[in-house]
């Protein structure tokens, strides 16, 4: 994985196309054959369809990318086996949720889902519910992500009007600083409240960071990279 590369912009422009994908379509056996192994470990995964880019190119304060649809089967098998077809990205947003005080709010996931305790924003891959027409939906994502794992709606936050966007090669995380007016224990208290309510809560834990000091290995690159420049800032 490369260096992570930080861009500020204020549009994403990116655009749905109907495309095969030679990578899921040659090793058909061998993705089902893995997923049906990852199934049995873990009963909750599903293999529905999300939205993997391509072609990505910064413009001035623009980020432009094309966005085709897959099967999550192909997509974990893509990830699980290092990236074999690197035109291909993973290109998602996040909420990046900051208190009042300061502090960054990340949630740690839970053991049954296919990131078990990695910490890191409110975020999913894009799939067919943040299609809009011919185009991909990354804000309206990041507002569904977050309600979704925090119980957080979005007249609990402001979004910032910009992007910014983390490129590693395989991953490309576009995060919008969601401004809560609450201290980051309260927020982290109603999430958890929240969490308990849930049979099966996506979310194992919450985290707040407010120092170097409080980054951790079980963080992703691209997501500490986005804080320490927040925080050096």
Not at 61 to 83: C, H, I, P, Q
Not at 103 to 114: C, S
Not at 153 to 174: E, N, V
Request: hydrophobic share 40%; aromatic share 10%.
């Amino acid at each position: 994985m490369q260096v992570p590369v930080i861009q500020r912009v204020t549009t994403l422009d990116l655009t749905l196309q109907q495309r095969p994908w030679p990578f899921a379509d040659q090793r058909r056996a061998e993705i089902d054959a893995h997923f049906a192994v990852q199934q049995r470990a873990k009963p909750s995964l599903w293999n529905g369809r999300v939205l993997l880019g391509r072609d990505l190119v910064f413009a001035d304060d623009r980020l432009s990318a094309n966005y085709f649809e897959t099967d999550f089967a192909s997509f974990l098998a893509w990830r699980d086996w290092g990236f074999p077809d690197p035109e291909i990205f993973n290109g998602f947003g996040m909420g990046a949720l900051l208190a009042s005080d300061g502090a960054f709010v990340l949630g740690e996931m839970g053991e049954h889902t296919a990131n078990p305790g990695r910490i890191y924003f409110p975020s999913g891959t894009p799939d067919l519910d943040d299609i809009r027409g011919d185009t991909v939906d990354i804000a309206g994502s990041v507002l569904r992500e977050l309600e979704e794992e925090t119980g957080l709606s979005p007249a609990d936050c402001r979004a910032d009007t910009d992007w910014h966007c983390i490129y590693t090669g395989p991953a490309l995380a576009m995060m919008r600083i969601l401004r809560a007016d609450a201290p980051g224990e309260e927020l982290r208290a109603r999430i958890e409240a929240n969490l308990a309510r849930q049979d099966d809560p996506e979310l194992a834990a919450i985290h707040l960071v407010r120092s170097r000091a409080d980054l951790t290995g079980a963080m992703p690159r691209f997501v500490t990279a986005f804080i320490e420049t927040q925080l050096s800032a």
